[in-house]
């Protein structure tokens, strides 16, 4: 291919080829200071917590999600063949892959496992308003502890990553629950174990749906008569604790998980978060893999949707042909809780800032200037300079637009006194500075 | 799906379909280390140069790539059809993105734009020893500046993000040519404008190529005569530009050129980077867009493949609909880079380490240990500490292995007189800290 025939095909495009694809994002500067903003928060926490970064690949086998997370999650697939005949994906969540990484390593790790990821994530979604088709998502998984001390971390690290943003308890709040909660609360109303499934379908979307619409699905789908349908909705009408733990506390399984409970939310007090929490037995979560504490963060004032959401899946690594290992863990996305920063004024400067421009006066000083700029850039300084000879006002407006905290002149009377002058922007003080100093 | 239902289809499940895709890499934690460590060098370099980070998306229209990279490179992409229809691709290259990017915005930006970007790229190569189908690579980009100034910047950031790293002189060079240069010379060697291209093709193969490969393919595929293909061989065999001064240096076109690259060489020198720098008309590089000096940085030893390439592409960013406007950039990938980085013995210590861990002694310590920990993260340390409990030895081999600094012990007697004990786990050296300043 000659230049010339690259170039005249590509001037000949149409321009409609050249938009991103619909659903994606283009990250330009200013956006891409907001992402590094969170993934900053988002690392910074996970090492406080001694949690140790790993990733797996975007692209995937397709079975790895079609075994696994069914149909549903199937039909929203980037999926296809590639050139060597496999039948592959672009990653839809990240547990998958972290299943199949443990799959083959966890026998040589130190118990438990304390991993996270920042994975960008894909899903075809059907184009909504806001909707995208990828995004990225916090990580954070405890491998092969099944104490209530490791839920009760996890749920920190997610609370600690929006309080590093700036986020507080009267900004956003945990409703967690527990499956095995619920499933004894269910089988002490009648519900049968058969029935707990479609029983959680409904839960989950008991605050999307019309009373009388739960109702029926919980008699046609779950199974249950009129009565102890009225009863299962009856109990989530006051989704806290104390209802369940007046009517079914002195049963055993009821009170063994209620125990648990008490200890996961002494431990978040504890740790000084007691605030960011609140039991909520409607959460149940959609992934059907969950067996134990669930939970989900949103914004206080309802108006976004979940911010994050977690739980514990003690069954899935053995299955992928591990050792067998309880898990917890969660998943943050971006897109979210960029909109959430946004609303409460949380946003990082992303003006464009250096800590110095050079301006030589003429061209005689313009190789000082290079060397100069190389010798801060070494001290750790971040500096720029025309890349062309140009007027000083040029200069000046230049340095100004790139947001120069300090501009460094170089003039041929101070250059031969040995020095340069150093203006201040802000201030607009000068002074003088040895060019020993500065090279 | 009940979950009993994923779990059994889960399990029963052949383990082959859980192995990674062939050419794909995990970054487990010890991998990831170095993976930052590359990245977090780049991004400083970058900062300090006043460069900008931006992303675009890792899946494009496949028209983007069609167009402008021609079949070749069509042949290696990961593309397909997606579920709107939409013929799609994983990004091979940032350049093509960058260009769509500005295309659209670069009107309201001020020139030059500084941006750099540490896109994932993925490309079907066939399966060979070492060989990815997916790598990192760094791009640097100055867009709207022609001043020679521009590519001596371009080129000093590739060579700041190596020694960085540790590289020095002695371990890599970059080997400079410019595409004007080069096509003046062989037009003062008769080989007229229609035969560059392959003349160029040629030249880029010439390593790699028998010496009676290379003379064949320049009067087949260049149109060359016998004694002209000599002769543009022989001008390679001392790749420098003392022959090409001493031979062509009068003629204008051929001067002018020369002056140039004495300006860019004396830039790198002013900046204290002459040693790493040779001038090599044999690098011409494959991507037909580079319109001026281009450059590709290697190992010494000549051990590894090309660490880096890059160059200006002054004509390709008014072809996508944007303003006319010259570019200067390059790409670096993490792959190369890692191997050199092993072989130098370069890379960064991957072992986990924290900063305190934190041991209860019995569990009336352990809602202390929990707040302090607590205390000591919000303070920017990184802490653990068990999550069930357990016995002080036990506890202490944790620590061990976690790679903890100190190990702060809370025992009845030290708790009840409000201190707590700290060990630094080198020296085995004890002292008393209040609680009072730990929590």
């Not at 170039?7 to 409609?16: C, D, E, H, V």
């Not at 029935?195 to 249950?224: C, F, H, I, M, W």
């Not at 978040?268 to 007691?274: H, V």
Request: overall charge negative; aromatic content about 8%.
């Amino acid at each position: 291919m000659t230049p010339g025939g690259v170039l005249a095909r590509f001037g000949a495009m149409s321009k409609a080829a050249f938009q991103r694809l619909p659903g994606f994002r283009d990250f330009v500067p200013e956006d891409l200071a907001l992402r590094s903003h969170i993934f900053d928060a988002w690392r910074r926490v996970s090492r406080r917590y001694g949690f140790r970064e790993y990733d797996g690949p975007p692209l995937e086998p397709l079975e790895l999600y079609v075994e696994k997370s069914g149909e549903e999650i199937v039909g929203q697939l980037y999926a296809f063949t590639d050139r060597g005949g496999r039948e592959v994906a672009l990653r839809p969540e990240m547990t998958p892959s972290l299943a199949r990484i443990l799959g083959e390593r966890s026998r040589g790790l130190a118990k438990p496992i304390r991993w996270f990821s920042i994975p960008q994530l894909f899903r075809y979604e059907r184009q909504q308003k806001g909707r995208l088709r990828e995004h990225f998502q916090w990580n954070v998984d405890i491998v092969g502890e099944d104490d209530v001390a490791a839920d009760a971390e996890v749920l920190a690290v997610a609370i600690d990553g929006l309080r590093a943003l700036g986020l507080t308890a009267a900004d956003v709040r945990a409703r967690v629950s527990d499956r095995r909660l619920l499933s004894a609360v269910l089988g002490a109303l009648g519900v049968p174990a058969e029935g707990l499934p479609a029983t959680y379908a409904v839960v989950d979307k008991l605050e999307r749906e019309p009373r009388e619409r739960s109702l029926e699905r919980l008699q046609n789908e779950a199974g249950l008569d009129a009565g102890r349908a009225r009863e299962v909705l009856a109990l989530f009408e006051t989704p806290g604790l104390e209802g369940v733990r007046e009517r079914f506390g002195e049963r055993d399984e009821v009170g063994a998980e209620l125990a648990r409970l008490d200890t996961y939310q002494g431990h978040l007090e504890a740790m000084g978060l007691g605030d960011f929490m609140t039991f909520d037995l409607t959460i149940v979560r959609g992934l059907a893999y969950y067996t134990g504490i669930v939970f989900e963060l949103f914004d206080r004032s309802g108006e976004f949707r979940a911010i994050c959401g977690g739980g514990r899946y003690d069954r899935l690594l053995e299955l992928v042909g591990g050792e067998p290992l309880p898990a917890v863990g969660f998943g943050m996305g971006d897109v979210v809780l960029g909109e959430l920063l946004r609303a409460r004024d949380l946003l990082p400067d992303a003006a464009p800032s250096v800590d110095r421009f050079i301006v030589p006066i003429g061209p005689e000083q313009r190789a000082l200037a290079l060397r100069i700029g190389h010798a801060e850039r070494e001290r750790g300084r971040s500096v720029l300079y025309a890349l062309r000879e140009q007027g000083v006002g040029k200069q000046f407006k230049a340095a100004a637009s790139a947001g120069a905290r300090e501009v460094v002149v170089l003039g041929p009377e101070e250059v031969a006194r040995g020095v340069a002058v150093v203006r201040d922007m802000a201030s607009g003080e000068e002074r003088e500075v040895s060019l020993e100093e500065l090279t």
